[in-house]
């Protein structure tokens, strides 16, 4: 009897004690923060613990989002079965079934239209082997030109700008132990403290050394509240505040002289231009005071030290790409770059959106980040693909202009992959209503998003816990995110997808891929001599390792810490300088007496995107449980508009419903609506369809809209 009840306690004891470990790290923002989710079974229940875990971005800090990331993954609304419509439901059915239905529909799409009758649509948030790995099924199994991501949305503008005036784009041109070096900073239309909270750090160290933070933004915000300097522009007027900036630094003679000369050109075309501008005319179009835009003139140009960092506030214009590229005049002719605390760094929003735009899921990229319009590049990855350089489509449209393509006809089939467009894309029932023309459509997704349930065929895929591969974060550093925990049901990794379809469409000898380490290893190759080059990345010493910064072109290689220390990435070795227009070639909607507030958008600390996936999180939702629009009090009681009440904002385009937030931390001819809602309360729905002619960016941050009150009782507060 005795020994029964040792056995029986000492089977509880390890009931109670029984525990896994899944070393991972954050699939949200851009940090890729690593981390430790400890699952704990206690007799018939599990509970989880998170741990940050050392690494050299964000130091075992995690934030909000980070520490309740693993509780969409265990949701019970997880997809664990592929999921087909018949007569308007989805049924389960077979990964066989699945397969064969894509095999066939497709294969009659194409035979019927052509092979750019169909399209492939991915995210920012997948690993850089799903992204490779789309690319190439996109122009080797499908031969369409059609691909695109909704990295379109996120980096773009900050991608072509730095292209075009270095050579090479990757987010920071600096790791991000400069930051604290830096004597002067500017941040533009980035709210690090709410999208990026565990890289705040690096700028509050920047404070402690003496640093001085000059925050441009229409809003108050977290990150606001560090800077020494806060400029309040009205939205949309970053350009010409940068060349109110460029006008003082010329006046106040604080220019490198013999940086400009050595290291750029176009600086006397910028010069006669800036010349020709007038400060008061600046002043009127900004709503920014002469002597507060020369004193951030004047105190960056005369800092020893000193760095730039764009975000969406800037580049989510019409005009972002030109608004970048004269925030980097700025830091050329400051010569602030290529040196210790001196740069320039775009802060990337999704966790992926540097990687997968590196290898091959925007229109017009290649692996390596090449050009699918250059014959070189393009000979390059047909020889790594082993097909004729004839057959690789040509350069395809940007992902807004796909759903255009879709309206028209042209495009009849998609296969969607971590991304949710009826709700991330301007112009949003435009979007649904051109989504729904399609004659088929694959989602492969963890849960039934909104635009998943358009879909003809859903399948379902691994979450981060359960997905390997690499991703590339804000400074261009190459981690490697493993996967111990089983899928759910007959979910598959991303890969597993690509490759099952490639082999059903006859193509499986292009995808013969073991996992993540071979992609990975054929990545490099393809990579190889590209800007973005990972050749000399060693998948193995990723694992054991805290990442690489690339380029790193030959096995050995450490990585490139600091970019441009000798020369830019142009063949000549100089960096370009453009004058660039107080007004934008695309004009941006004005505000008039029928629309008479700008309306802007931008993120909440506890929410992500479209809120798929942490509005799944019981702990996310709770703090930010429904939309919100922040608004003056002064405007607020023009219109008749009470705290916490319920309102209605209209553009041109569309209306929604949200509750009011009344706080003076905004300008009175602005309002701030996020936009990780759906139905009637997605702010896209509101977003003009007007797109930055280089970048193709649509321009979510300035919409004319009109409030009212809908005259129902405030909420309790």
């Keep these: ?407 028209k006809g042209e495009i009849k089939g998609m296969l969607l992959m971590g991304s949710n467009p009826i709700v991330s894309n301007p112009n949003a029932s435009f979007v649904q209503k051109a989504l729904e023309k399609l004659d088929f459509l694959i989602a492969a997704d963890l849960f039934i998003s909104e635009t998943a349930r358009l879909a003809d065929l859903i399948l379902p895929v691994a979450s981060y816990l359960e997905n390997e591969g690499t991703m590339t974060n804000l400074e261009g550093r190459v981690l490697h995110r493993p996967a111990s925990k089983q899928c759910p049901g007959e979910a598959k990794q991303d890969w597993q997808i690509i490759c099952e379809i490639s082999r059903m469409l006859g193509k499986g000898d292009y995808f013969a891929f073991s996992g993540p380490k071979a992609i990975f290893n054929e990545l490099k190759t393809a990579s190889r001599g590209g800007t973005a080059d990972y050749y000399g990345i060693d998948y193995e010493l990723l694992k054991k390792g805290e990442g690489i910064l690339w380029p790193c072109p030959e096995p050995g290689h450490k990585g490139t810490e600091r970019l441009f220390e000798h020369s830019f990435a142009h063949e000549d070795g100089k960096a370009v300088m453009i004058p660039v227009s107080n007004t934008p070639e695309v004009a941006k909607e004005a505000i008039d007496d029928a629309y008479p507030l700008y309306l802007t958008t931008g993120r909440v600390v506890s929410h992500y995107l479209t809120g798929v996936q942490t509005r799944k999180s019981p702990s996310l939702a709770a703090r930010n449980f429904e939309s919100f629009a922040e608004i003056h009090p002064e405007t607020a009681k023009k219109y008749g508009i009470q705290n916490m009440s319920l309102i209605k904002i209209e553009s041109k385009r569309g209306s929604i419903v949200v509750r009011s937030h009344l706080t003076e931390d905004i300008r009175q001819d602005t309002v701030f609506v996020p936009f990780h809602w759906a139905e009637n309360q997605n702010v896209n729905l509101l977003v003009s369809d007007q797109l930055d002619p280089v970048c193709r960016m649509p321009g979510f941050k300035v919409t004319a809209v009109k409030i009212s009150s809908l005259g129902l009782p405030a909420a309790s507060q």
């Design 1 to 407: 009897m005795t020994e029964l009840l040792l056995k029986y306690f000492r089977t509880k004891q390890q009931e109670v004690q029984s525990e896994k470990i899944y070393d991972t790290q954050c699939p949200f923002c851009s940090m890729q923060c690593k981390k430790q989710v400890i699952e704990q079974s206690i007799v018939t229940r599990k509970q989880y613990r998170v741990l940050g875990k050392g690494n050299p971005t964000s130091h075992g800090r995690l934030c909000i989002k980070g520490m309740n990331a693993h509780q969409h993954t265990m949701h019970p609304e997880r997809l664990k079965y592929p999921l087909l419509k018949e007569g308007g439901k989805f049924k389960q059915v077979s990964w066989e079934k699945a397969l064969d239905v894509i095999k066939e529909r497709f294969r009659s799409i194409q035979c019927e239209y052509g092979p750019n009758a169909l399209s492939v649509y991915g995210g920012g948030s997948l690993t850089n082997e799903t992204a490779y790995l789309l690319g190439k099924f996109a122009r080797v199994a499908l031969r369409t030109k059609y691909i695109d991501y909704n990295g379109r949305f996120c980096m773009s503008s900050a991608a072509s700008a730095a292209n075009h005036a270095f050579g090479v784009d990757r987010g920071m041109t600096n790791g991000l132990n400069d930051i604290p070096l830096a004597e002067c900073i500017i941040l533009a239309g980035t709210n690090i403290a709410e999208c990026q909270p565990t890289l705040l750090p690096y700028f509050e160290k920047a404070k402690e050394n003496g640093s001085f933070i000059i925050a441009i933004d229409p809003r108050k915000t977290s990150t606001t509240s560090i800077a020494d300097l806060h400029l309040q522009p009205k939205p949309g007027t970053d350009a010409a505040l940068a060349n109110g900036i460029l006008k003082c630094l010329i006046e106040e003679k604080e220019v490198n002289l013999s940086f400009i000369e050595e290291r750029t050109k176009g600086f006397q075309e910028v010069k006669a231009f800036i010349n020709a501008v007038k400060l008061e005319d600046i002043v009127e179009v900004t709503g920014i005071p002469a002597n507060q835009i020369r004193k951030a003139a004047k105190l960056f140009g005369k800092a020893a030290t000193g760095m730039i960092f764009t975000a969406r506030g800037v580049e989510q214009q019409t005009d972002g790409y030109h608004a970048v590229r004269n925030f980097l005049n700025i830091l050329l002719m400051t010569g602030k770059i290529g040196k210790p605390g001196c740069g320039y760094g775009a802060i990337t929003g999704q966790g992926n959106g540097q990687g997968g735009r590196e290898h091959g899921l925007k229109a017009d990229q290649l692996p390596g980040y090449r050009s699918i319009e250059e014959p070189i590049h393009r000979r390059h990855i047909a020889s790594v693909w082993n097909i004729p350089e004839s057959d690789l489509p040509g350069k395809g449209v940007s992902a807004y202009e796909m759903m255009e393509k879709i309206d």
